[in-house]
């Protein structure tokens, strides 16, 4: 479990990258870590991510109703999308850190309604797993994190339809390279259907690259 001082580092830092890799634009997105038993450190409301610095972040109890809090004169209001992040963490014990973002292409499929084909890539496979497809409600509505339900065990990659995606990890590095992944890999897809062919591969094939 990171300390106060690390997790607060560690989101301004991922949301600097989710920024400058195009993975998000103007307000969108959103990224929490846990501190603890039952508490969690995630990005404000209504700020572009790029702009976020450590005394802008919003510690939320994991259980109860969120308070705006005040830090340095400051006073910011959790992400609107909390309700996902807080229905991440109480479905999944093991999960350290989730990232919230509209990346162009994985949201591609969102948009399209369609899952990204299994067993085309390794690095798909074995770094970011199966990636549930988690039907429209509307953002930062109760009905979207309510929807997340079905599709917490067995995944760490969830696309939203009609709106983005989000990825979890133990650790926030974990959380944030599940995302990189999952967009490169939504590129290489969309490429190799330009290309007209996409060939799966047998798992028995090949091993990650480490
Ligand atoms: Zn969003």
């Given at each position: 479990m990171p300390t106060l001082a690390e997790a607060r580092r560690g989101i301004v830092r991922t949301c600097r990258r989710l920024y400058e890799r195009g993975l998000i634009a103007g307000q969108d997105g959103n990224v929490s870590v846990r501190l603890g038993r039952d508490r969690v450190l995630v990005t404000p409301a209504g700020m572009s991510k790029a702009d976020?610095?450590?005394?802008d972040l919003v510690e939320v109890p994991l259980h109860g109703k969120p308070r705006a809090t005040r830090e340095s004169g400051v006073k910011r209001a959790p992400s609107s999308e909390l309700a996902v992040h807080l229905a991440i963490y109480r479905g999944r014990p093991d999960v350290g850190a989730v990232v919230h973002a509209h990346p162009p292409a994985a949201t591609g499929f969102a948009v399209a309604g369609e899952r990204l084909p299994e067993n085309v890539l390794p690095e798909l496979v074995y770094s970011v797993g199966p990636v549930a497809m988690v039907p429209f409600a509307a953002p930062g509505s109760q009905a979207l994190a309510d929807s997340f339900d079905a599709w917490l065990v067995g995944h760490d990659a969830w696309l939203m339809a009609n709106h983005g995606a989000v990825t979890a990890g133990a650790t926030l590095l974990v959380a944030h390279q599940r995302m990189e992944s999952l967009e490169h890999a939504a590129r290489i897809v969309v490429a190799a259907r330009a290309l007209g062919r996409v060939v799966p591969f047998r798992p028995a094939d090949s091993q990650p690259d480490q």
């Amino acid at each position: 479990m990171p300390t106060l001082a690390e997790a607060r580092r560690g989101i301004v830092r991922t949301c600097r990258r989710l920024y400058e890799r195009g993975l998000i634009a103007g307000q969108d997105g959103n990224v929490s870590v846990r501190l603890g038993r039952d508490r969690v450190l995630v990005t404000p409301a209504g700020m572009s991510k790029a702009d976020v610095t450590s005394r802008d972040l919003v510690e939320v109890p994991l259980h109860g109703k969120p308070r705006a809090t005040r830090e340095s004169g400051v006073k910011r209001a959790p992400s609107s999308e909390l309700a996902v992040h807080l229905a991440i963490y109480r479905g999944r014990p093991d999960v350290g850190a989730v990232v919230h973002a509209h990346p162009p292409a994985a949201t591609g499929f969102a948009v399209a309604g369609e899952r990204l084909p299994e067993n085309v890539l390794p690095e798909l496979v074995y770094s970011v797993g199966p990636v549930a497809m988690v039907p429209f409600a509307a953002p930062g509505s109760q009905a979207l994190a309510d929807s997340f339900d079905a599709w917490l065990v067995g995944h760490d990659a969830w696309l939203m339809a009609n709106h983005g995606a989000v990825t979890a990890g133990a650790t926030l590095l974990v959380a944030h390279q599940r995302m990189e992944s999952l967009e490169h890999a939504a590129r290489i897809v969309v490429a190799a259907r330009a290309l007209g062919r996409v060939v799966p591969f047998r798992p028995a094939d090949s091993q990650p690259d480490q």
